[in-house]
């Protein structure tokens, strides 16, 4: 099995937010959820994991990385 892109939870003070997901994709974040709370050794809520995917995402997203510096740039 090859290695989940997600890694260890940070504990950081959350903000809250509702979100609305279609119920596939629901089953695949419970199944996230076993998978790497048995790779790592600790449970992991499902819920907990959509804030670090976001943000892995986010991180990865090169479009999104240089509107963002391109924005930060004006903006100064």
Sequence with gaps: MGKLKLG???????VKISVELP????RDLI???EILG???GQAAEPSKLVAPMIARFMATDRG???AKRAASNGSS
Excluded at 23 to 26: D, N, T
């Design 8 to 14: 260890p939870l940070e504990d950081d003070k959350p």
């Design 23 to 26: 119920a596939a994709l629901h």
């Design 31 to 33: 199944a996230y959820a």
């Design 38 to 40: 048995r790779e790592s």
């Design 64 to 66: 999104f990385l240089k």
